[in-house]
């Protein structure tokens, strides 16, 4: 199996590369559009800005290639935020695969970012979650958020209820870091990597 | 519901794990790669690696370090240490690691947190600060705790929050080491004025105390070395009875 991951300008690549070396899994970091077209899984990972992350996506025409793609997307934390229609982040222009908006966590009592495990609930279709329980504990990093919409497979709540994951189509997305989401993370990825 | 977490922190010299009482003293603890790898499989909820005697000499020994133990853990991980430019971090997150914490180099030039929370992003940049009550106040320290500076705590707290810092990792260098309990009432009054998450640092040495952190100290996080190397309190006991006692735990 041919997995590719998007390289662009996004930060801490890596623990995703350990995470798939891990589970003993071969792929290739690239931002070359045909190898991302033609692999058989593409993960779409990073921490980041967003508008600096989508002025990159554009240098490189990967903002065309990727809402395009057929073969299964698994987009994480910055990624899944840049799948969207726009992120109050630098007010930018996303790719909108998924049709909502990203929106700056306001609270005047919780803390922000929010970091830590929380815990996410998944719908009753969520295949990802398969083999996992309803509600498990994963890490999350990040100031902004989607909120639930009709694309939610799984919800998360601080301050206000929001999606931990998304899923239209072939694209799968997750707000926390899979790949440092000890056991159950290591699950979703598999999950993933056997549709 | 977002959890308390519970951070064992690997203190490095030369490779090896190390801790000593209020930072000097220090005696092995053993493999980092091998603890590491032990806390995640225990349930610690992250990790923190700091290289206590970073030297340029051993930041390629540290980079390939913190790359072995990358590998071998699926939980956040940070390193600190001796960190002071863009290329250090870099490095440091090319090799695996999650977040970085930078301590006396901030102290020293404050726009370095903001240079690299632009860079990075906050989520990733953890500000260590490093506290001692000297005649009335609490005073930053840098250098491993052996400078005393001219800055008062709270007011640092407030401003590394302000330049971009994602977290502060508080350590109270009058607690550190005492197993007497970490400084509640500080860390209290730091977590009140931050809006970002506050990791309490120095003391630990019961369970009790880690409950005391999360109620009175109203930390995010709680770190402690020794007590977990030594086995004197398990991870996973502690979990459990932080949970029996309705602090929000994640425990498999």
């Known amino acids: 199996m041919e997995i590719a991951i998007i390289k662009y300008n996004a930060g801490n690549v890596q623990s995703v590369m350990y995470a798939l070396d891990r589970i003993g899994m071969k792929y290739q970091w690239t931002d070359d559009e045909k190898l991302i077209a033609s692999a058989d899984k593409v993960i779409f990972p990073g921490v980041g800005e967003a508008s600096t992350a989508m002025a990159y996506l554009r240098e490189k025409g990967l903002d065309q290639l990727i809402p395009k793609l057929k073969q299964p997307v698994l987009a994480t934390c910055i990624g899944m935020q840049l799948l969207c229609r726009d992120s109050e982040e630098n007010n930018t222009n996303c790719m909108g695969v998924f049709d909502v908006p990203v929106k700056r966590f306001v609270s005047a009592d919780m803390k922000i970012p929010h970091v830590g495990w929380n815990s996410i609930q998944a719908s009753g279709e969520n295949i990802l979650m398969e083999g996992l329980k309803k509600e498990e504990f994963v890490y999350f990093v990040h100031s902004f958020y989607a909120p639930v919409n009709p694309y939610t497979s799984a919800t998360c709540d601080y301050a206000q209820p929001f999606s931990a994951m998304l899923q239209k189509d072939n694209f799968y997305a997750a707000q926390f870091h899979a790949e440092i989401s000890g056991i159950v993370g290591q699950k979703i990825i598999q999950n993933f990597l056997a549709l | ?252």
């Open chain 2, 1 to 252: 519901m977002l959890t308390k977490r519970i951070i064992p922190c690997l203190d490095i010299k030369e490779g090896r794990t190390v801790k000593g009482t209020n930072f000097v003293d220090l005696r092995d603890a053993g493999d980092p790669v091998e603890l590491g790898a032990l806390y995640a499989e225990q349930g610690a909820d992250e990790l923190v690696f700091l290289d206590i005697t970073a030297t340029v000499d051993n930041r390629k020994t540290l980079v390939n370090l913190v790359r072995e133990v990358a590998r071998h853990v699926n939980i956040p991980f940070t390193v600190g240490g001796g960190i002071s430019s863009i290329e250090d971090v870099s490095a440091l997150l090319n090799a695996g690691a999650d977040k970085v914490s930078i301590n006396s180099s901030a102290v020293r030039r404050p726009e370095l947190i903001d240079e690299l929370a632009l860079q990075f992003g906050s989520q990733c940049i953890i500000v260590a600060i490093d506290t001692r009550f000297v005649e009335g106040n609490d005073w930053v320290h840098t250098h491993g705790g052996r400078n005393i500076t001219e800055i008062q705590t709270m007011a640092w707290a407030k401003e590394v929050e302000s330049r971009g810092a994602g977290e502060i990792l508080l350590t109270s260098m009058d607690a550190d080491g005492t197993k007497a309990g970490f400084a509640n009432d500080l860390t209290s009054r730091v977590s009140a004025q931050s809006s970002i998450p506050i990791i309490a640092s120095g003391g630990a040495g019961t369970m009790e105390h880690f409950y005391e952190v999360f109620t009175e100290g109203k930390a995010d996080a709680g770190l402690a070395a020794s007590i977990f190397h030594f086995k004197e309190i398990e991870i996973i006991e502690l979990k459990k009875y932080l949970a029996n006692k309705g602090i929000p735990m994640r425990i498999y």
